[in-house]
């Protein structure tokens, strides 16, 4: 079950994570160290988006990786044949990928539990494929050259630090939306139905519809953060958006929480740790993220943020009690 | 014609492939109700074993299939342990996510194992090919076609006649019967997975004689069986190895007459069609619930 | 659904993530001498017998050991290194020892771009020679490094990497463009007669400046080119070999760096197209493809450098002596057979030191850049450099040959040298 907690949590929250966000580059120095910063940014987009369809509607989705791609290719890809200006490129991403969800949802949303799960897993290998595939379109195996400087209006943001000061204010509007989101109407609704889907549609929630929406705004944050991080990267290939990474992010989503507010923060920090702590060992990490996830799964459902909630709401419970 | 002749040889090929990792999909299906993503890596991991043998020890070819077969049951087994004895209540959800941290977790092991290294296993009946029409049909082709009969033909008497076949069916069918009958629900998904591990370690086998495998060649191939055991229906074994068949010639003859580049992506444009329009297969065995 | 209690099962499941995360740092902690800042096999760098002092000069490298292109990045790593040792055993350069910070991308090109810009903000390092093993890699590397004014001495293929000039100032490379390995294979096929040629190119940045390459190239040879891309993890070639079998060629090229190659030839055995004649380009200039291949690779032909038929040279040929020279030294050092590989990482890295002498202490990229333009002619291993500021790969297509595979070993291919 997904929590949100009170209006006033959410703040507190919210106002961590921006100071946190706000403190970082003074903390880590350096272009280097503030292009990782950008991707703990681009990370934390793409995890907020992933729990919106998987937290709080329920649905497990193994799309949201090739979705990432989409939204890097079709940004580097209109920035670097120069079709209209760099910031037209950056925007369309996100509604790219939000329509190409659209097409993908309409489908695979009828379907109940772990075959939507398994459509989401065929249209993001599909998606993968063509990254590399259709090489006179995406640069093939070796991937996109020549993407220009990004230029929004007047700002050129030609070093990670200017980017992050980009990104950072993005994430947060990015996990501020998502947490108003799930108390809204509309949040509250998909999360009665994930919970109940008999009790909902009597209720006359519009399950499908709600579904849809939801798997579409998951799309638009990981269109979003394709963008920031093709950007940043001056450069992208497909290898970043494949099955691993789809599962990556599943894995990350549930061992930090699934459904809650903080767990995508959590997500973003957890691969951020990964990727430093392992940058010498890098095949090692596909075994860390296999295991972890093998145990995870089954008997922490919840993860850290959950399972700390659970806790918190059971000595409450407890206390009420007495 | 000759070409026709040629592009349907390499399908029969990669078809047997599908068909036998389809099959795995099949059994643990109807075993648990759960999807078996390891089972791409099963395959791989007997693949690198055979060949990795076959280098550093020369055994005789039947030794090395039987080695593997063996190990793969073992893996098949242990992945029941792993991932749903462990858990509290072993739910098809639960079950299929832990198997896709397994399979990682595999291929992970064999990428430290073996640091990338590619192995070949040399043909059953070495460099020996066919001509059949102007067309040529490496005879390690013919070997797996048959591998994918007797694994189905066993499989089938299996379940009908084999004492503990009927056992499984009956789990499959009615779990809580069975096991109060006597026959855990644990017991089911064990051997299950068991099966499902042999008949991985046999394609991989028969994989490993037909070209170079390394740690990477699993993950596509289980997840193009996946979509051959959809297409002829989840849990139907004459579903998944005509589902096999149906994937790999249809690959070979969009790579001969369409794109080479995109051949890859038949396979998955097949799974999302079924599960799109007719979720259920062509095979009908098990219902499939859609909103 | 459980309430927080920390049931046992719990309890479990968090010692298992203690565990494995105490065990994923201890693998870091191990694997640090693998990968990362520490030098190559059975390399010390810094302690060298010739005394040299003052800051060491910081070499970043990046080959692929692992990985598609792992035979060839394998050779590569070898050969740099020998060439290193070998200055610092003479007292380095301008006194000072070189120190090689070496990364393996494995073939991927996001992995390598990554480790690129540790080698500029983190690493520090001075001049970089090595794109990975793969022309895609390298280019992808190029444009950081550039931005970055590091003199980037690639070990790569494809000509873009150094062309246009203009744009690629502080880019040079110890290797053929592909342009010049394509005219003299051109070359060939105009003396044996060849008039249609089947082209496998794989997908990768090497094989699509080589498609590029050769369909410009050919009209003006009257050489009739089809052209059938492979992805460069395919394991099978036959669908292709079938589509370029319907114009009857009489030769069939395949382009790539990985083991395709092997696949290629003896897919075209068993099509029987062993009729026409079977070649590889310059990225599969290693025994060890033909050698897999068994019977299929007799007969077949390679278009590379000189170093795999080099004792059959003519004792006219300068190259002849210089590549003795270093087969015997690596051979010596590594107990195994030199190839084109090793020599162009070692060319690279001597080349690098000549530039450094020049330059006289400046490692800015452009600086070094000028003083290879400047450098006149420079006898490699692979060829005879000159680098001008039009051309920064320096070699023609008289170090080019064509070879071939007699079942043991590279012969010289009639017609295959340049007179």
């Not at chain 1, 399950?207 to 394709?226: D, W």
């Not at chain 1, 990350?252 to 767990?263: D, E, N, R, W």
């Not at chain 1, 990727?275 to 295991?291: K, M, N, T």
């Not at chain 1, 008997?299 to 059971?314: I, K, N, Q, S």
Request: glycine residues 12%; proline residues 4%; negative net charge.
């Amino acid at each position: 079950m997904s929590s949100v907690g009170e209006p006033r949590e959410r703040l507190l929250v919210l106002a961590l994570v921006a100071l946190g966000l706000l403190i970082a580059p003074f903390l880590f120095e350096g272009d280097y160290e503030h292009g990782l910063l950008v991707g703990f940014c681009v990370n934390l987009l793409l995890l907020t988006g992933l729990n919106l369809i998987n937290g709080y509607a329920g649905q497990v989705s193994l799309a949201q990786a090739g979705f990432y791609g989409l939204g890097a290719y079709v940004a580097g890809i209109l920035g670097a044949r120069a079709i209209g200006p760099v910031w037209l490129s950056f925007v369309a991403a996100p509604l790219a990928v939000a329509a190409v969800s659209v097409v993908v949802g309409l489908p695979s949303l009828r379907l109940r539990g772990l075959y939507f799960t398994m459509a989401s897993l065929g249209a993001g290998v599909v998606l993968f494929l063509l990254f590399g595939r259709a090489v006179s379109l995406t640069g093939g195996p070796n991937g996109l050259l020549g993407v220009p400087i990004l230029e929004l209006g007047p700002l050129v943001l030609d070093t990670p630090t200017r980017i992050y000061w980009l990104a950072a204010p993005l994430a947060l509007l990015g996990l501020a939306f998502a947490g108003w989101f799930a108390a809204s109407r509309w949040g509250l609704a998909i999360r009665a139905a994930a919970t109940s889907e008999p009790a909902a549609a009597a209720a006359g929630v519009p399950i499908f519809r709600l579904r849809l929406l939801t798997f579409t705004l998951s799309g638009a944050f990981a269109g979003l953060a394709g963008a920031l991080e093709v950007y940043e990267n001056g450069f992208v290939s497909p290898e970043p958006f494949g099955f691993f990474a789809a599962v990556t992010l599943l894995v990350v989503l549930t061992l930090a929480g699934v459904g809650t507010l903080l767990g995508p923060v959590v997500g973003a920090g957890l691969l951020f740790a990964f990727d430093e702590l392992l940058a010498d060992a890098s095949d090692v990490r596909p075994l860390i993220i296999g295991l972890l996830f093998l145990i995870t799964v089954q008997a922490l459902p919840h993860g850290l943020v959950g399972t700390v909630a659970d806790w918190r709401r059971g000595r409450r419970e407890a206390r009420e009690r007495r | 014609m000759t070409d026709f002749l040629q592009l349907t040889f390499s399908g029969l090929t990669t078809g047997a492939a599908y068909a036998l990792v389809a099959l795995g999909f099949a059994i643990v299906f109807r075993g648990t109700r759960a999807i078996n993503f390891a089972q791409g890596e099963y395959v791989m991991l007997a693949g690198v074993t055979a060949g990795a043998l076959h280098q550093w020890a020369h055994p005789p070819l039947a030794v090395v299939v039987l080695a593997v077969v063996l190990m793969g049951a073992l893996c098949g087994v242990a992945t029941e342990v792993v991932c749903v004895r462990f858990t509290r209540r072993p739910d098809p959800n639960t079950i299929t996510l832990a198997t896709i941290g397994l399979g990682v977790a595999i291929k992970a092991v064999v990428l430290l194992a073996t640091d990338r290294q590619a192995y070949t296993l040399p043909g059953f009946s070495g460099d020996a090919t066919l001509h059949v029409g102007g067309a040529v049909l490496e005879a390690q082709a013919l070997w797996n076609c048959a591998l994918v009969a007797v694994a189905a033909g066993a499989l089938a008497a299996f379940l009908r006649w084999a004492p503990l076949g009927v056992a499984l069916r009956a789990s499959a069918d009615d779990g809580e019967m069975a096991a109060a009958s006597g026959f855990s629900r644990n017991g089911a998904a064990a051997w299950s997975f068991a099966l499902a591990g042999a008949l991985a370690a046999a394609a991989g086998a028969g994989l490993a004689a037909v070209s170079p495998v390394n740690y990477d060649f699993g993950t596509l191939l289980g997840l193009k069986g996946f979509a051959a055991a959809m297409l002829g229906g989840l849990g139907s074994m004459p579903g998944a190895v005509a589902g096999g068949f149906a994937i790999g010639l249809t690959e070979a003859w969009f790579a001969g007459y369409v794109s080479s580049t995109y051949a890859d992506v038949v396979a998955f444009g097949v799974l999302l069609i079924v599960l799109f329009t007719r979720p259920t297969g062509l095979f009908a065995a098990v219902r499939v619930e859609r909103v | 659904m459980e309430t927080g209690r920390f049931s046992p099962r719990r309890l479990l499941a968090l010692a298992l993530l203690l565990a494995t995360a105490t065990f994923a740092l201890a693998a870091c902690g191990s694997d640090d001498d693998d990968a990362g800042s520490a030098t190559a096999a059975g390399g010390s760098t810094a302690a060298a017998d010739g005394a040299a002092g003052g800051d060491p000069i910081k070499i970043g490298s990046l080959f692929s050991v692992t990985g598609p292109p792992a035979v060839v990045g394998d050779k590569m790593r070898k050969g740099l290194q020998l060439a290193v040792d070998e200055l610092n055993a003479a007292g380095g350069v301008e006194g000072r020892p070189l120190e090689v910070v070496f990364y393996d991308p494995a073939g991927d090109t996001n992995k390598a771009v990554d480790q690129t810009r540790r080698l500029i903000g983190r690493d520090d390092v001075d001049v970089v020679v090595g794109g990975g093993s793969q022309s895609g890699i390298a280019l992808a590397m190029q444009p950081l490094l550039q931005r970055a004014d590091k003199l980037f001495m690639a070990t790569e293929g494809a000509r873009e990497i150094v062309q246009p000039a203009d744009e690629r100032a502080t880019t040079f490379k110890s290797t053929f463009n592909d342009t010049v390995v394509l005219q003299r294979t051109a070359d060939f096929w105009r003396a044996r007669g060849v008039r249609g040629v089947g082209f496998l190119p794989d997908t990768s940045g090497f094989g699509e400046s080589a498609k590029a390459e050769l369909e410009g190239l050919a009209p003006d040879a009257g050489i009739a080119v089809e052209s059938e891309s492979f992805d460069p993890t395919a394991t099978n070639l036959t669908p292709q070999l079938t589509n370029l079998r319907r114009a009857s060629p009489q030769a069939y090229l395949a382009w790539t760096t990985t083991p395709a190659a092997t696949t290629f030839l003896k897919n075209a055995q068993q099509l029987g197209l062993g009729r026409s004649l079977l070649q590889l380009g310059f990225g599969s200039a290693d025994p060890a493809f033909f050698a897999q291949a068994g019977a299929a690779a007799r007969g077949a032909l390679l278009s590379a450098g000189k170093l795999p038929i080099y004792d059959r040279l003519p004792d006219s040929d300068p190259q002849k002596a210089t590549i003795a020279r270093f087969v015997e030294a690596y051979e010596a050092r590594y107990d195994e057979p030199a190839n084109v590989f090793a020599a162009q990482a070692y060319d690279g890295v001597q080349l690098v030191a000549q530039a450094i002498r020049a330059a006289g202490g400046d490692l800015s990229g452009r600086t070094l850049a000028s003083a290879l333009e400047g450098l006149g002619s420079y006898q490699g291993v692979n060829g005879d450099f000159r680098y001008t500021a039009e051309d920064h790969s320096g070699l023609g297509v008289d170090a080019v040959a064509v070879s071939e595979w007699d079942g043991r070993r590279f012969v010289p291919a009639r017609d295959g040298l340049t007179e």
